[in-house]
Structure formats: C-alpha cells, structure tokens
C-alpha cells in the first residue's frame, strides 16, 4: 500500500483511481463494506482504490482543546488496517485552517478532478465537506456529471438493526461493551503501539507490567480488562491491562499497562497489540500499594475464570498424587497456556455481564 501524505506529494502517476473520503476511524463494518464496494469498480477500470482521509480528523480540530472526541485508532493503526484489507493507496489531507476554509468546488476541481483524476467515487449521502459544509451528496453527482466520474451512495451497513458508525462503536466501549464492540468492528477493539520503559513500581509489587503510550489526546477505552496480547515472537498471550492516569502513584499521563499472566520475557521495544476481550472495572485510586496489590490480585482472578471459561486460557493442571513422578509444566516454559487462536467460543462481554 502507498502512503501519500498531502496533496503536495501527488505525482503524475496519481492520476486515475477510484476513491472514497472520510475519517474511517476504527475500520469498522461499515468502512469495510463501502471499500468492497468500490473493488468491482477498480476491477472494471483497471484503477487502484485510493483512500483519502484527514489527520487531524475534523471533530478532533474543531472540538474544545480541553474536551477533544476519543479516537478509535492512531493513523498508524488506520493504515495497518487498510492495508490489510488491500487498498491501494491512501492520501491523507492535513486539517488545518485553510483546508478548512477551502470551497467545496475547488476541493472537487483542484484535487479530485485535477490532482487525482477522479473516476468512480463512493460517498455517504450524508456527507459535507468544504467551507461551512457547502458540498454534499448532490454537489458531488452534478460535478461527476459534468467532469466525467460516478458517484454513488455507499450502502449503510447495519448491526442489530441499526447502521455501523464509529459513534456507536465510541458509545459501546465507553459502556464497556465490547461484544457490541466487537460486532461493529468484526474483531475485538484492540490498541498498537510501542513497549516503553516505565517507572518499574508494577516489578515492585509483584504486577510488572508493559507500558505502551496511547499517542492519542482521548482514549475511548478507560479502566481495567482481561485481553490479549501479540506481537513479535508472542501469539495471544493473555493478560489484564490497566488504561488510564495511574492514581494511586499520582499519574499524570494517560498510558496503557498490561500484565501478562504466567509470562517471563523481555518485551521492551516491542510493537505489539492489545485485544480488549473483558470490561473488569473502572480505575481509582487506592489508598496505598498493598491495596492495589490486593485488587490486582482480584482482577487476575476474575480475568483467569473469565478466559479459562471461554476456552482462552487452559485451565491449570490437577495436582498429581502423591508419589507420582515427572514435573508439572511450568507456565514460565517460554510457551504461553493460552490457545494460539482464537477459539469459536471467543466473545468479549459487556460490562456487568
């Protein structure tokens, strides 16, 4: 996949595709449906599929410093995604001020009938762009007609008799649904990013955990979970994560922690993904460290049952007889006791469930 970050690093060879626009946050069902509408199309045309998104996305710009909207997915996140499900190229527009004032005509004219050679184009009827939203769905169908590309109306792709939209998909984690969740997305919420050295006060109370940065202004997940984690050299190794301020050490940074059960390894520098399977509790302060202790202890617990219940974790060996001979598998082996796949019973579950 082709990543082309402006518009000022179109080339000559850019012209010509089959595209669609939006912010595709979480490359949920619905995103992945209007991509597949646009494959016959680039079959047809012998053109490639090109996404062009925004970075900011507009919410994130226009939304109050102090209250920005959660973000679903980093941009690296976003591109892993798309181009697992084989796109082509994507260009992604900066949002700043003069994007945000540039007239909906010249938005058409400049950029995708000039710059992009525009051919075939798959858009919400719901959708504006431009200065103060002028274009729309109709705007876009009388310049197709008039400079030679299609347009036509992605088809809403609904769950539970309702359309898939990162909104609902924000609504659900922020519930602690994560089988909704999952629904929407067609695979359990997860986060990517990069092992990071922290302050180690985990390794001190018996929890070591591994620090992974959010790198976004608001996490739509907060609190503690049972998930999985891969990476390289680790498939699905479960774990409880802890997403949020740290309280009871006076925090200050929003980060995502995970504490893998029954692991020994060296993980630093790693990137790796956490799938969020359980919503467990919500984060607060404790009043000292062997409080903390005492709940995290808990929370392996609750998590352990949960996996083990669904097939995720094995279940611990029956102890042998007495005067039986050989050892017991020690979890610390180097091979993790969960499954290496997800199994079909596999189902993240709602909070309270």
């Known amino acids: 996949m082709e990543f082309i970050r402006g518009q000022h690093n179109l080339r000559p060879r850019h012209h010509g595709c089959v595209a669609t626009i939006g912010n595709f946050d979480g490359v949920h069902l619905g995103h992945q449906a209007i991509l597949t509408q646009l494959a016959e199309p680039a079959r047809q045309l012998r053109l490639p599929r090109l996404v062009i998104t925004f970075e900011p996305q507009p919410q994130e710009f226009f939304a109050d410093p102090t209250a920005p909207p959660a973000r679903l997915m980093r941009l690296r996140e976003k591109l892993l995604a798309l181009n697992g499900l084989g796109i082509e190229r994507v260009l992604c527009l900066?949002?700043?001020?003069?994007?945000?004032?540039?007239?909906?005509?010249?938005?058409?004219?400049e950029l995708l009938v000039r710059r992009l050679g525009l051919?075939?184009?798959v858009i919400g009827d719901d959708f504006r762009f431009g200065h103060?939203?002028?274009?729309?769905?109709?705007?876009?169908?009388?310049?197709?007609?008039?400079?030679?590309?299609?347009?036509?109306?992605?088809?809403?792709?609904?769950?539970?008799?309702?359309?898939?939209?990162s909104t609902r998909v924000r609504q659900a984690l922020s519930w602690g649904d994560l089988e909704l969740a999952a629904r929407l997305l067609g695979r359990?919420?997860?986060?990517?990013?990069?092992?990071?050295?922290?302050?180690?006060?985990?390794?001190?109370?018996?929890?070591?955990?591994a620090n992974i940065y959010l790198h976004r202004r608001a996490t739509p997940v907060y609190g503690v979970y049972a998930v999985l984690m891969s990476g390289p050299g680790l498939k699905l190794w479960p774990g409880i994560a802890n997403v949020g301020r740290r309280p009871t050490v006076?925090?200050?940074?929003?980060?995502?922690?995970?504490?893998?059960?029954?692991?020994?390894g060296?993980?630093?520098?790693?990137?790796?993904?956490?799938?969020?399977l359980r919503y467990l509790r919500p984060?607060?302060?404790?009043?000292?460290?062997?409080?903390?202790?005492?709940?995290?202890?808990?929370d392996e617990q609750e998590a352990r049952a949960w996996l083990t219940a669904r097939g995720i974790l094995q279940a611990p060996p029956a102890p042998r007889p007495s005067g039986?001979?050989?050892?017991?598998?020690?979890?610390?082996?180097?091979?993790?006791?969960?499954n290496s796949s997800f199994p079909a019973s596999l189902s993240p579950e709602k909070k309270g469930a």
């Open 132 to 165: 103060r939203r002028a274009g729309d769905f109709a705007m876009l169908v009388k310049a197709g007609q008039q400079h030679g590309f299609e347009v036509v109306d992605n088809h809403s792709y609904m769950v539970d008799g309702e359309r898939a939209s």
């Open 94 to 109: 900066e949002f700043d001020h003069r994007l945000a004032a540039l007239p909906a005509e010249r938005f058409i004219e």
């Open 283 to 298: 984060e607060r302060r404790f009043e000292s460290l062997d409080a903390l202790r005492l709940q995290i202890q808990k």
């Open 266 to 276: 060296d993980l630093y520098g790693k990137h790796v993904k956490v799938d969020f």
């Open 324 to 338: 039986a001979g050989g050892q017991m598998h020690s979890p610390h082996s180097g091979e993790s006791n969960a």
């Open 188 to 209: 359990p919420y997860d986060m990517c990013g990069r092992v990071a050295h922290g302050d180690e006060r985990g390794r001190t109370i018996g929890f070591p955990t």
């Open 250 to 264: 006076d925090g200050v940074r929003e980060q995502l922690e995970v504490h893998l059960l029954d692991f020994q």
């Open 119 to 121: 051919r075939y184009l």
